[in-house]
């Protein structure tokens, strides 16, 4: 299941999001504007986040459970995200910085800027992050760290 959610700034980047991912046949949840009108982005990330949380098979060994957020350049939405306990936000702009995000930081959410990424390069960046697995061992010491943090 994919949380999806944004403010008004990321709402057309979200709809172009949502349709990649019903293209792909992959289940998911929409939150925070649902037609373009004011949204504060706090509020999306933590409605999408908590949903995210409150999903068992988010922590299973192979969630295929992400939070995918986008508000105008992703800054805010990510920063909000980063204190909800339990989200690892990682703010991307690329499929490179999708992958490592997933690889190295195992995020399970990920955070774009809908004034900062065009759609195609957007969607190569979601298409990455869904496909690349935590690659653990050292990084795991090192996300663990994080999470010690908390
Ligand atoms: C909304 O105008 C804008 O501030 C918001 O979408 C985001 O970019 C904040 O970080």
Sequence with gaps: MIFVGSDHAGYRLKREIIKYLESRDLSFKEYGCIDGSPYDYPLAAEDACRAFLENKESFSEKSTSFVI???????????????????????????????????????????????????????SAVEKYLSTDFEGGRHERRVNQIMGLE
Aim: hydrophobic share 50%; glycine share 12%; net charge positive.
């Design 69 to 123: 957020l986008v508000c105008g350049t992703g800054i805010g939405i990510s920063m909000a995200a980063n204190k909800i306990k339990g989200i690892r936000a990682a703010l991307v702009t690329d499929a490179f910085t999708a992958e490592m995000a997933r690889l190295h930081n195992n995020a399970n959410c990920i955070c774009l800027g809908e004034r900062v990424t065009g759609v195609g390069v957007a969607i």
